[in-house]
C-alpha cells in the first residue's frame, strides 16, 4: 500500500506542477464566475467552488507533502554521498536532524569559514583543534589565524 500512495503522489505532485494543469484550473474558475450570473450568485453556486477548491487543497497537502519528503530524503542521500567521497568534511553528514538554533549558528559559521578562505581556497582547512565546532554547532568556534590553513589532501 506504501509503495502505491508513493507512485501515486509521484505522478499527482508531477501533473499538479504542469501548466496545462494550472490552466484547467483557470479555465474552472472562469467558468464558475460566468455562472454566477445564471444562478444568482447563489449560497449553492459559491459553494460549489469553496467547497471543491478546499477538498482539492486538503488532499493536495498530503499527496505533495510525501513527494516532497522523499525527494528531500533522496537529495540528502546524494549529498551525504557526495561528501563521503570528496574532500568535504563528513562531520556535516545528518546535520539536516539539528534544531533551527543549531542550523542557523552552524550556517553562520560556515559561512564565515567562507568569507575567510576566499573563493580560491575552497578546499583548504585549518589545523586548528577548534574547528570541530563547525559540526557541533553546540561549541564555540576559536578563531584560526590564517597561516595554519593546508590544502586537505
Given at each position: 500500500?506504501?509503495?502505491?500512495f ?8 508531477e ?35 469553496n ?103
Amino acid at each position: 500500500m506504501r509503495h502505491v500512495f508513493a507512485h501515486f503522489a509521484t505522478k499527482i505532485s508531477e501533473w499538479a506542477g504542469k501548466p496545462v494543469t494550472f490552466i484547467l484550473a483557470l479555465i474552472a474558475v472562469i467558468i464558475w464566475a460566468a455562472l454566477g450570473p445564471v444562478f444568482d450568485y447563489s449560497e449553492t453556486w459559491q459553494l460549489v467552488i469553496n467547497t471543491g477548491t478546499t477538498i482539492i487543497t486538503f488532499l493536495m497537502v498530503f499527496v505533495l507533502q510525501n513527494a516532497q519528503t522523499r525527494d528531500t530524503r533522496a537529495i540528502q542521500a546524494k549529498l551525504n554521498e557526495i561528501i563521503l567521497t570528496s574532500h568535504a568534511e563528513n562531520r556535516f553528514i545528518g546535520i539536516e536532524n539539528l534544531d533551527e538554533e543549531d542550523l542557523k549558528h552552524l550556517d553562520l559559521l560556515v559561512a564565515k569559514a567562507a568569507k575567510g578562505r576566499g573563493e580560491t581556497e575552497v578546499c583548504e582547512i585549518s589545523d586548528e583543534p577548534g574547528d570541530a565546532s563547525i559540526g557541533k554547532p553546540e561549541k564555540k568556534k576559536r578563531a584560526a589565524p590564517a597561516t595554519t590553513s593546508r590544502k586537505r589532501k
